[in-house]
Nanobody, 123 residues
């Protein structure tokens, strides 16, 4: 089982990026999937999650700017990030939990992690 992120990069404040996470070895649509980020010196934090039934959750600071989605045919998870801010700068990771429902799952309860993709937003 494997997750591979792509799509990170450097953008100006207000710009957009679309992250992708390709899953292999398992059908990601059956599980809770999420995007996390970690800035230097800070703990890893949840950004957005999507349940197997498509229910989505976002951390407050990204609501209205980020959209999580999944392409079941391609077994790929996406994170569309608009109106990016310098405080969004971090390494972004996708992760999967063997549970179907993401509700109340902590970071340590995710079973599979990608290698991460760097997002840098300059002012």
């Amino acid at each position: 089982v494997h997750l591979a992120e792509s799509g990170g990069g450097s953008v100006q404040e207000g710009g957009s990026l679309r992250l992708s996470c390709a899953a292999s070895g398992f059908a990601h649509n059956s599980y809770c999937m999420g995007w996390f980020r970690q800035a230097p010196g800070k703990e890893r934090e949840g950004v957005a999650t999507i349940d197997s039934d498509g229910s989505m959750r976002y951390r407050d600071s990204v609501k209205g700017r980020f959209t999580i989605s999944k392409d079941n045919a391609k077994n790929t998870l996406h994170l569309q990030m608009n109106s990016l801010k310098p405080e969004d700068t971090a390494m972004y990771y996708c992760a999967a939990s063997f549970r179907s429902d993401c509700d109340d799952l902590g970071v340590t309860e995710y079973n599979i992690w990608g290698q991460g993709t760097q997002v840098t937003v300059s002012s």
